[in-house]
């Protein structure tokens, strides 16, 4: 398995020097420092790369686009140390006078909106990402569009399985994700509002399904960015309905120095889940950020960790 991840990262990079003539080769890497300050924490702390991704787009025509993206990162069992390279996006974008239409393996709806409010991805991942409430990538057909001025809509209909596992049924899943607003407040001033919702029917037996209904909502001014999500999550199988609610704030200092907190309550009618981020951002170069950050999550135990993350690119 190294060896095929060396294989294919150079294929990449050499991929990227033949094709720069014609397209756009980037990579993105987030690489952290983790100390577990808790009595009785795992015993792990140290230096990882946390993720790695390729990526090449070209656009052949106004109208067509490509685009072909790799991920590399480890599993969660942290028996098995080897890094794994996953395809997760290979699509084709077509741009009409009624939407864009994408299709193959691309970024799913539900939570692309937050994610981009919270801004800081190679510190944590979106709420509803790190609590597997629908996967960041899946294979299937995708519609957006734009409409009065600033609503926006994206529909999605696709495997259900994400993009690291292979279809194993005949069901679908359908997403849809409808808003107003900035969609980039990490990058523009305004606001958004809007609401996300998934339907995935699945066999064990007999056929349940899984329901997602999420509201998002986000400002951002001259130095404070700020956003909230509430996502609620039912699964017929178990009949039971998981609640998770995230806030996060930015304020920008100067543009080198950023604070930052966040807060996630995960209440699954039994038991809950309490999660909180703060600390800066250092940017020193235009593709090199530095945030040296505090966690705490309780969940029945305290675990406390301090983190330094990285995020470079080029």
């Not at 990882?48 to 069992?77: C, L, M, N, P, W």
């Not at 005949?170 to 849809?176: G, L, P, Q």
């Amino acid at each position: 398995m190294k060896f095929r991840i060396i294989v294919t990262v150079s294929f990449l990079l050499t991929s990227g020097l033949a094709f720069s003539e014609e397209g756009g080769m980037s990579s993105l890497i987030f690489f952290d420092y983790s100390y577990q300050t808790s009595e009785n924490a795992p015993d792990h702390n140290g230096f990882e790369v946390k993720r790695a991704y390729f990526t090449f787009s070209k656009s052949v025509t106004h109208a067509i686009g490509f685009k072909i993206q790799f991920d590399v990162g480890r599993q969660k069992d942290r028996m098995n140390t080897n890094l794994y390279a996953y395809l997760k996006n290979a699509l084709v974008k077509w741009k009409t006078d009624a939407g864009t239409f994408i299709f193959g393996l691309q970024g799913m709806n539900v939570f692309k909106i937050q994610e981009k409010t919270w801004g800081y991805r190679f510190i944590e991942k979106s709420a509803m990402d790190r609590e597997k409430f629908a996967s960041s990538a899946d294979l299937g057909i995708g519609f957006s569009r734009k409409f009065a001025e600033k609503g926006f809509i994206n529909a999605m209909i696709t495997n259900g399985g994400g993009y690291k596992k292979p279809e194993t049924d005949k069901y679908k899943k359908y997403s849809v994700l409808i808003g107003y607003g900035e969609q980039r407040l990490d990058k523009k001033r305004g606001f958004n509002a809007g609401v996300v919702f998934s339907y995935e029917p699945y066999k064990n037996g007999t056929v349940y399904r899984k329901q997602l209904i999420g509201f998002l909502a986000g400002f951002s001014v001259k130095k404070i960015r700020m956003g909230a999500e509430l996502n609620i999550m039912d699964d017929s199988a178990v009949d039971k309905q998981n609640k998770l609610l995230s806030v996060y704030a930015v304020y920008k200092i100067t543009e080198r120095y950023q604070i930052f907190g966040r807060a996630d309550r995960l209440d699954d009618g039994a038991e809950n889940e309490n999660y909180i981020i703060a600390g800066m951002v250092l940017v020193p170069a235009k593709s090199l950020m530095i945030a040296p950050n505090v966690r705490i999550l309780e969940d029945g135990s305290s675990r406390n960790s301090f983190n330094v993350n990285f995020q470079y690119n080029f």
